[in-house]
Every structure is written in C-alpha cells, then in structure tokens.
C-alpha cells in the first residue's frame, strides 16, 4: 500500500473522530453549567436547555417549540448553532470524499487535493463556534452570582477543533504523497 492511501486512512479516522465529537457538542447540553434555581429564576419557571439543538427540534422540525426556540436565541448562538451544522456537513462530506479517493485506483493525484480543503474549512468553522461561544457564554448568568462553567459540549467542540486541525496537515500530506510518491 502506498503513502499517501496510508496517510488517507489515518486522514479518515481523524476526520470521523472530529465528525463524531462535533455531533455530540452540537446534539448534548452541556455547553455550561448553571445551576438549576438560578435558571429557573431568569426564565420564570421554565427548564432552560443548556445545548445548541433541543432534542425536540430533531425529532419533529416544524414545531412551534423550535421557532420560538430559534426566535429566541441571541445573534452570537444563532452564529454558534449554523457554525456548528455546517462544520458537520463539512466533515461527511469529507469522510465521503476521503472514502471515494481511497477507492480509486487511479489519477488520485488529480482528486485528492479537496481533503485539504475540507479540513481547513471543518477548522475554520469550529474555530468560529469556539471562539464566538467562549466570548459570549458569560451571557447566561444574567447579573446572579452563579458559578457557571464552559460544560462538556463545549470541550468535545475544542476537541472535534484540534482533530480538524490536525487533518489539514494529514490533508496536506496526503495530497503532497499524492502527488510525488504514489
């Protein structure tokens, strides 16, 4: 087996794991940690979730519980929630992508260049939501004197982050023994 097939598969089962990771973030939630009498307080009663996607909203879309649920979130988690998503759909793409590469068995030369692309841009959008979120979490204490944390979601984010970043250089490698090697 070649280079470059070895650094694809390796490349893949980066590119899965950060996919994995970022489906968790996004679909759990525990972005922070607030207790739950101080929510209850700031929301007059109601549960609050502390995640980017309600469950409810996946499960039947076209509620009223996820209009009013998007109608109500901040333009900076409107901004963490697409990111979120669309680096998702990015990283499948790419582990698709990856696969069919891997599958061909000539002119990958020519096709592999996009996995570089794919990454940087997965990279690009976590490193948005990470940043976005961890400058705005602070929102939620609302003036309590609460010891709310960054949670668990929002660490599997920097997580999924750090494997994304690690497959722009498997990226670039693969496609550079692509190229010159075989």
């Known amino acids: 087996m070649c280079l470059s097939g070895l650094t694809q598969i ?3 089962l980066i590119m899965t794991g950060s996919a994995i990771l970022t489906a968790v973030a996004l679909f759990t939630p525990g972005w922070n940690t607030i207790e739950n009498n101080v929510k209850d307080v700031t929301n007059g009663g109601k549960p609050d979730w502390n995640g980017l996607m309600p469950w409810s909203c996946i499960s039947h879309s076209q509620g009223s519980t996820c209009s009013d649920w998007w109608a109500e979130l901040p333009g900076w988690m ?3 929630v697409i990111c979120m998503i ?3 759909i990015v990283q499948i793409v790419a582990i698709i992508y990856n696969l069919l590469t891997c599958l061909a068995c000539c002119c990958k030369k020519y096709i ?3 996995l570089t692309l794919f990454a940087v841009v997965s990279t690009i959008l976590l490193l948005i939501t990470v940043i976005v979120y961890a400058a705005n979490w602070s929102e939620f204490q609302n003036g309590f004197n609460t010891s709310s944390q960054l949670g668990y979601s929002f660490w599997l984010a920097v997580g999924a982050l ?5 497959d722009v250089i498997l990226g670039a490698l693969a496609v550079f023994l692509g190229e010159n090697c075989c």
Do not use: T
């Not at 750090?162 to 690690?166: E, G, H, V």
């Open 10 to 12: 390796l490349y893949g």
């Open 78 to 80: 409107r901004c963490v």
């Open 86 to 88: 669309l680096s998702l």
């Open 112 to 114: 592999i260049h996009p």
């Open 162 to 166: 750090i494997l994304s970043a690690a």
